[in-house]
């Protein structure tokens, strides 16, 4: 008597929870969901778990390229365009992860423009 990968019965996580939580915490939830049976074996918890990762070192470079930019223009004299910017995108970043956390909880799939097809090649997932 095998379990359903669709109710992971071990811990209790339905998929929708599973997904969601792939973004929680970014890198780190992603791989622990990579790694940790039984959703390791679920293509879509794994789809979301590498959008999840990808996308979340997409974010750190966007914001160290936009630092190191910002010291660069201070000593041009218009480090305050950065400083406008700064809180910006960290405003938009906070509010797309929250998006692709509740999308996933709610049982959709909404793929990262570029993100997604890695992601989906990783994972296998065809959705």
């Known amino acids: 008597m095998g379990t359903n990968p669709q109710q992971p019965a071990a811990s209790g996580l ?3 929870m599973a997904c969601a939580l792939c973004y929680l915490l970014g890198l780190i939830t992603g791989v622990v969901f990579l790694v940790l ?3 390791s074996r679920n293509p879509r918890i794994k ?3 590498w959008q999840s990762m990808i996308t979340h070192l997409a974010v ?3 914001f160290w390229v936009i630092g190191l930019s910002g010291v ?3 000593f041009l004299g218009m480090g ?3 400083g406008l910017l700064w809180p910006l995108l960290g405003l938009a970043t906070f ?3 929250l998006f692709l956390m509740i999308k996933a909880y709610n049982g959709v799939d909404l793929e990262v423009p570029v993100i997604a097809g890695f992601a989906r090649k990783q994972s296998g ?3």
């Open 47 to 49: 789809f979301h778990a």
């Open 60 to 62: 750190i470079v966007i």
């Open 37 to 39: 049976e039984p959703y």
């Open 14 to 16: 339905t998929d929708n």
């Open 72 to 74: 660069m223009l201070a």
């Open 95 to 97: 509010a797309g992860w």
């Open 80 to 82: 305050a365009l950065v």
């Open 125 to 127: 997932y065809q959705g």
